[in-house]
């Protein structure tokens, strides 16, 4: 009697660990038929998602299907097999490479877009320009009060993306560490980190508290977003198409694809198209920036 | 199989059909067991790992930073533990309170009004309380108690009181309602007001499952992932003082639900957030020990009176 039960639970373990290794290995042939899965950043997702319904107009034999999650997400499954496309508003770490390495999986890079990332205020907030060097103080936790930047007397509130997004690692970079790889700066903790864009625009709806950031691409019309200057003393710039190709704003970057070695025969032939002016086009339409070739 | 014709046949058809329930029904009960083994053990697989990456100094410490290797985990656990104790003062009082008026109180209608209502804030999925934590209690909280942002401990503790509240009022009801009757008429007898038949002899008599009705909404309250995320603001903040339940903070359900899905199988940072899931396993395993325990000694001091 005992020991049927502890037959029982092992066969119960080699269940759970034999499912476990049994997905490693499914990459393949999902790239082979002409289904493409892709996966990741939040940023990309709805520009993924009108990208691949026009694709699927066009090219009624491939299926498309776009989740977000997150850059780190969609890096991670790519590495894990589950993805063929990851889409990332960052560059892949040397840390992901190592372990996509360890898989037998090599990351090949694509850039699809560009993107800006704008500060954004609640459009009750006097406030309207900063200097880089001022933002990288308030989300450090060096200015906590509006006045000490010429606003009314109130505290900040520090809104981010949760630190899976590739927007908070962006930001981190290029703003609160001013781009210096060797800064140590981080966030202030009483950094309010909300799980989606929606969370952040929400709050700075009915905050007057608030500051947040986002991609150029989610930012409603109702919010109030600031002129940066990269310098002080350099003219305060706010972000747009115009401003992000000539390069005068100063927080804006390149939006990535990633495919697990060269891509499939379908799956280049969407990345080509991605690329093609028709494919830009739908870039521009979303409040990104098309890359310029 | 045996002959049905035969008497002895269907006797041993009985004895067989008889063997294989009690034996599917020994394995069911068994399973539970089983699985939580099972959940426990890989649990500690992927959890303890940790301990030998990440030395005990920076796992105690101060900051919650993961993509910088700061594995400080202090302040999702004070964040946790003040979440859940604010949800407590809540619950609780407002949950037995309710119990005893429906079981107690209340008219016969009023009742059958009431327990299906409180039944249906029971299936209210958390992600609709989220919601309007998101878009009516945060913003409210804000401007009420001229707090910075309505993102708060205390937003989460209030959504978690109401997640438990239907838990503590159904057991704690289902407890009061098995006091026999004849204690009631005994307290009536000898002249004791309703406030005091309540108060010194159903409550007390009812002791045991009121108590576990306590700490099974303390239990749900712990574990709740998806409100706390979208309502506390998850900054991963020390909560040490009673202030600390007007700012935000960030929890360790909440932590480990948002994180999850970005680690790479085996890094320091996915083992650290199963370490954390052990953690909160241990947590509901001493609540659940310490439930039992009490409930236990208190039967057997009842049963001493009643020796």
Known sequence: MKRNLFLLAFFLIFLITGCGSNQEGQSGPASASAYIENKGSDTIVNLALAWAEQYQIEHPEIRISVTGGGSGTGIASLINGTVGLANASRQITADETKQAEAQGIHPVEHIIARDAIAVIVNPGNPVSQLTLQQVSDIYSGKISNWQQIGGEDRPIVRLSRETNSGTHVYFLATVLRLGDSKSKTL???????????????????????????????????????????????????????ATVNNNTYAVSRDLYMYTAGDASDAMKAYLDWIVSPEGQKIVASQGFVPVAR | MSNPGNSTGTKSDLSWQEYIITRA???????????????????????????????????????????????????????????????????????????????????????????????????????????????????????????????????????????????????????????????????????????????????????????????????RAIGETMTVMMVTGNAPVLAVTPGALFSPVRTMTATIAAEMGEVANGSVHYHTLFFIGMLLFIFSLVINVTASAVVFRSKKRAEKVLS
């Open chain 1, 187 to 241: 966030f202030s903790t009483d950094t309010l980190l909300l799980p989606s864009s929606e969370g952040i625009i929400n709050e700075l709806r009915q905050n007057p508290n608030a500051i947040g950031y986002d991609g150029l691409g989610y930012v409603p019309k109702d919010l109030k977003v600031i002129a940066l200057a990269g310098k002080q003393g350099a003219p305060y710039v706010l972000p747009s198409i």
């Open chain 2, 25 to 219: 029904i020994r394995a069911a009960g068994y399973s539970a067991v089983v699985f939580v083994a099972l959940i426990f053990y890989f649990l500690l697989r992927e959890g303890l790992p940790t301990l030998g990456e990440v030395s005990f100094s920076d796992l105690f410490a101060l900051r919650w930073y993961p993509i910088e290797n700061y594995f400080g985990i202090l302040p999702l656990i004070s964040g946790t533990v003040i979440v859940t104790l604010g949800a407590a003062l809540i619950a609780v009082p407002f949950g037995i309170g309710t119990a005893i008026f429906i079981s107690e109180i209340a008219p016969r209608w009023a009742r059958e009004i009431l327990k299906p209502l409180v039944e249906l804030l029971g299936g209210l999925p958390s992600v609709v309380l989220g919601f309007l934590g998101i878009l009516v209690l945060a913003p409210n909280l804000r401007i009420l108690l001229n707090l910075p942002t309505g993102l708060t401990a205390l937003a989460g503790s209030i959504l978690l009181g109401a997640i438990a509240l239907p838990t503590v009022v159904s057991v704690a009801e289902d407890a009061l309602d098995t006091v026999p009757r004849s204690y009631r008429e005994g307290a009536w007898a000898l002249g004791a007001t309703r406030w005091q038949t309540i108060w010194r002899v159903t409550l007390p008599a009812a002791r045991s499952g009121v108590l576990t009705a306590v700490m099974l909404g303390i239990g």
